[in-house]
């Protein structure tokens, strides 16, 4: 929680050495207390108080990428460019750029091995 706080968002980058060493969200994950509450069931609550005492809530219910909540193809393209940085081989950043490309036409593809050619690097 501290980490999507502190960086607007939560991705592979955060489980990296330096991202596991991120100071402000080292310090800030030492203020964070949680409770689990039964009676919410699969709804999260998450309340932000503020040094100076405001208050901020959120209501958390089904997560974008359930399939009620779907990502759109954009979103995806992104999760999975940044997820590919940081793969056992990481994909270039042009390859993977090309690899959404064909993804996103895949229809028209001839021949799908190309996929396969991009993500291994041939």
Do not use: W
């Not at 959120?58 to 974008?64: D, S």
């Not at 979103?75 to 996103?104: G, I, N, S, T």
């Amino acid at each position: 929680m501290a980490k999507a706080l502190v960086n607007g968002d939560f991705t592979l980058a955060d489980l990296t050495e330096a991202g596991l060493q991120q100071a402000e969200a080292l310090e800030l994950a030492q203020r964070i207390e949680y409770a689990i509450e039964g009676p919410l069931g699969d709804v999260a609550v998450l309340e932000v108080v503020t040094d100076q005492g405001s208050r901020y809530s959120a209501r958390i219910g089904t997560p974008l990428g359930h399939p009620s909540r779907p990502l759109s193809f954009g979103q995806l393209a992104e999760k999975f460019q940044r997820c590919a940085r940081h793969a056992a081989r990481p994909l270039p950043e042009e390859r993977a750029a090309a690899v959404v490309q064909l993804v996103q036409g895949l229809e028209l593809v001839d021949d799908v091995a190309r996929l396969a050619g991009l993500l291994n690097g041939h």
